[in-house]
């Protein structure tokens, strides 16, 4: 079922941020990157503040390689607010 969320510019750098290493690691792995591919090209052109229809295999994508990003922050001592905000949507 698909589910629409609506993503600000900033809840768009995160995922674009979050999407590029999950994309890059498939790919050194050579494994098929279609389908992140798709998203990323999908996430990169939406406007901002307009809602979008995801399918649940792209929120849930989204929602782990977003929570990986906040694990990663976390470890480091950083800032998460904006991230956790992205991760609320994606719930």
């Given at each position: 079922m698909?589910?629409?969320i609506k993503l600000t510019r900033a809840n768009k750098s995160i995922l674009l941020k979050a999407l590029a290493p999950y994309y890059y690691k498939?790919?050194?792995?050579r494994?098929?990157?279609?389908?992140?591919e798709k998203l990323i090209l999908k996430i990169n052109a939406l406007p901002a503040d307009k809602k979008t229809n995801f399918s649940?295999?792209?929120i849930r994508l989204?929602?782990?390689?977003v929570n990986q990003l906040r694990n990663e922050r976390l470890a480091k001592g950083q800032y998460t607010d904006a991230v956790d905000d992205m991760l609320l949507k994606l719930f």
């Open positions: 698909m589910r629409k498939q790919r050194a792995l494994r098929s990157t279609g389908f992140v649940p295999d792209e989204m929602r782990t390689t």
